[in-house]
T-cell receptor, first 115, second 114 residues
Framework: ETGVTQTPRHLVMGMTNKKSLKCEQH?????MYWYKQSAKKPLELMFV???????ENNSVPSRFSPECPNSSHLFLHLHTLQPEDSALYLC??????????????FGSGTQLSVL | QQQVKQSPQSLIVQKGGISIINCAYE??????FPWYQQFPGKGPALLIA?????SEKKEGRFTISFNKSAKQFSLHIMDSQPGDSATYFC?????????????FGTGTRLQVTL
């Protein structure tokens, strides 16, 4: 148990659906992240929030919409996704100091399939 | 542009053998190089890390070797065990002032056979 909980673990959605991924951390961290993990590709950083403020949007399509109501919760709202968006979506958290040796704590991810 | 290149993509090692995974980076601003381990159904977890001012770091059976001039680093797993079977990601990080900004390699799937 890493202290970062993601729900749901699996999600199947059609291209016209709207769904949300949820992430919660119980570590007292200030920074939260969304990563996309696809086969044979590096983990792709999507969004970063530090003290509830978005500090990074890595050119992510607008069909992905993040929300960070507080430092413990992070959401990823999904709408009109494409089949190529099927992947494992990982949430992570860290202290948010900005030091290069900052350790990331990952959740187990949501395996998303877009039909 | 892939800033951290990792090889091999997959690796099969017999129990008791040495597993070696290699990574190379391009950006000299990176100053911290962690390795993350990911088991099926789990997220990645920090395994071991090194700063470029040392050439080697060892923690138990896991060793990172670092060559700053070549901009390369590698993970060695001594006496590999079936429980080491996982996907390993190298990464590189630099100071940002806000939150962590890790650049990951593509991952190596390690299988340790009996």
């Amino acid at each position: 148990e890493t202290g970062v909980t993601q729900t749901p673990r699996h999600l199947v959605m059609g291209m016209t659906n709207k769904k949300s991924l949820k992430c919660e951390q119980h570590l007292g961290h200030n920074a939260m992240y969304w990563y996309k993990q696809s086969a044979k590709k590096p983990l792709e950083l999507m969004f970063v929030y530090n003290f509830k403020e978005q500090t990074e949007n890595n050119s992510v399509p607008s069909r992905f919409s993040p929300e960070c109501p507080n430092s413990s919760h992070l959401f990823l709202h999904l709408h009109t996704l494409q089949p190529e968006d099927s992947a494992l979506y990982l949430c992570a958290s860290s202290h948010g100091t900005g030091q290069s040796n900052e350790k990331l704590f990952f959740g187990s991810g949501t395996q998303l399939s877009v039909l | 542009q892939q800033q951290v290149k990792q090889s091999p993509q997959s690796l099969i090692v017999q129990k008791g053998g040495i597993s070696i995974i290699n990574c190379a980076y391009e950006n000299t601003a990176f100053d911290y190089f962690p390795w993350y381990q990911q088991f099926p159904g789990k997220g990645p977890a920090l395994l071991i890390a090194i700063r470029p001012d040392v050439s080697e770091k060892k923690e138990g059976r896991f060793t990172i070797s670092f060559n700053k001039s070549a901009k390369q680093f590698s993970l060695h797993i001594m006496d590999s065990q079936p429980g080491d079977s996982a996907t390993y990601f190298c990464a590189a990080s630099r100071r940002t002032g806000t939150a962590s900004k890790l650049t990951f390699g593509t991952g190596t799937r390690l299988q340790v056979t009996l």
